[in-house]
């Protein structure tokens, strides 16, 4: 919020009524345009942003079991998106997942995949709302609509398995 009160021009910031972890000290310094790798990892990267970022960090968890290494990255700002660090991750691991409880069209997921078609290609699987048609239960309908920590992990595997020249 102060980075985003401090910024100059036009902004859109979203929020949930839900409550959820706290994944950030309350003196964390946000800057505009610069994500937050949150976990290292060469064999997968999942790129993530706003409620859903608990569970991603949490599939990251059931993927290190298996001996799978994920990189997690807090990307909270769309416009203007941290390129440098998505180049980093696509080219360290050379698959990416992204995670939004957001419309696929328009939203984090598409930014990544430009960003990477025009830096550095790699497969990219975009995880997110096809469409919007009903409230709740956060936590239910997280877990119905595919947002859930087992179903995070599966993706993962299944982009890493697409990787160029790789064997999974």
């Known amino acids: 919020m102060t980075a985003l009160a401090q910024y100059q021009g036009p902004a859109y910031l979203r929020l949930s009524r839900a409550p959820y972890p706290v994944i950030y000290r309350e003196d964390e310094e946000f800057a505009i345009g610069k994500g ?5 990892g060469g064999d997968v990267a999942v ?4 409620t859903v970022l608990h569970n991603v960090l949490e599939a ?17 700002t769309i416009e203007p998106i941290d390129k440098e660090l998505i180049k980093r991750l ?4 050379g698959a990416i997942l992204t995670v939004e ?15 990477v078609s025009g830096l ?16 709740g239960d956060l936590d239910e309908l997280m877990e119905k609509y595919g947002y859930g920590p087992k179903h995070i992990a599966a993706r993962a595997k299944e982009i890493m398995g697409k990787k ?5």
């Open 90 to 93: 696509a080219e360290t691991a």
């Open 101 to 115: 409880e957001h419309s696929i069209r328009g939203g984090l997921g598409s930014a990544v995949a430009e960003t």
């Open 60 to 76: 990251a968890r059931l993927l290190e079991e298996e001996g799978i290494h994920a990189a997690v990255a807090d990307i909270h």
């Open 36 to 40: 937050i790798l949150l976990k290292d």
């Open 120 to 135: 550095c290609p790699v497969p990219v699987s975009i995880l997110g709302a096809e469409n919007f048609a009903e409230s």
């Open 164 to 168: 160029v020249g790789k064997k999974i």
């Open 47 to 50: 790129i993530s942003t706003g």
